[in-house]
T-cell receptor
Framework: GNSVTQMEGPVTLSEEAFLTINCTYT??????LFWYVQYPGEGLQLLLKATKADDKGSNKGFEATYRKETTSFHLEKGSVQVSDSAVYFC???????????FGKGTRLSVIA | SQTIHQWPATLVQPVGSPLSLECTVEGTSNPNLYWYRQAAGRGLQLLFY??????ISSEVPQNLSASRPQDRQFILSSKKLLLSDSGFYLC???????????????FGPGTRLTVL
């Protein structure tokens, strides 16, 4: 079946550091891929998405490129801020009107 | 625009008491609806999803149940709460899309449930 694997956290970075959170997936077809962010005590918010190979999703300085050849959708940001501290979830959407498949989440802490 | 509401925001209940959490969506029709749970410091656990009124798929057998009495209303219930039911409960919706790819899921603000 479909699955998403994210790097284990927590990830702790200093402000202005470069961020990469790895995400790889297993799917039978060509899924849509998503990154969600969850700030403390809140629900998940869509951060960015990509619907086909080589698409790049971007939002708020975050980027991720849909790589079919490596089945990956790594999240990157060039310079993180304290306000980026949150849990980040990678997710996959397949056909059949079924729920998204989520990774386990990666907690990011950015210190000043 | 679409909005999703959940209530209550927080709830403290004794073990063995009943539970009813409500989720409503505005600004769309025939949405897919979902209930998730997050235990403290853990990932998302899909509990139930629904693609239409009266259609409920259960992902995890447990003492919880879900109902969809109206198109944009999704209710999570329990007859007798367990300590292990404590957690953060999230409702979500997505555009119902027969035959297509699952679209973006939009999440509500969540309900923090503490069972004592």
């Amino acid at each position: 079946g479909n699955s998403v694997t994210q790097m284990e956290g927590p990830v702790t970075l200093s402000e202005e550091a470069f961020l990469t959170i790895n995400c790889t997936y297993t799917a039978t077809g060509y899924p849509s891929l998503f990154w969600y962010v969850q700030y403390p005590g809140e629900g998940l918010q869509l951060l960015l998405k990509a619907t086909k190979a080589d698409d790049k999703g971007s939002n708020k300085g975050f980027e991720a490129t849909y790589r079919k050849e490596t089945t990956s959708f790594h999240l990157e940001k060039g310079s993180v801020q304290v306000s980026d501290s949150a849990v980040y979830f990678c997710a996959l959407g397949d056909s059949g009107n079924t729920p998204l498949v989520f990774g386990k989440g990666t907690r990011l802490s950015v210190i000043a | 625009s679409q909005t999703i509401h959940q209530w209550p925001a927080t709830l403290v209940q004794p073990v063995g008491s009943p539970l009813s959490l409500e989720c409503t969506v505005e600004g769309t029709s025939n949405p897919n609806l979902y209930w998730y749970r997050q235990a403290a410091g853990r990932g998302l656990q899909l509990l139930f999803y629904s693609v239409g009124i009266g259609q409920i798929s259960s992902e995890v057998p447990q003492n919880l149940s879900a109902s969809r009495p109206q198109d944009r209303q999704f209710i999570l219930s329990s007859k007798k709460l367990l300590l292990s039911d404590s957690g953060f409960y999230l409702c979500a919706w997505s555009v119902g899309r027969l035959g297509g790819f699952t679209d973006t899921q939009y999440f509500g603000p969540g309900t923090r449930l503490t069972v004592l």
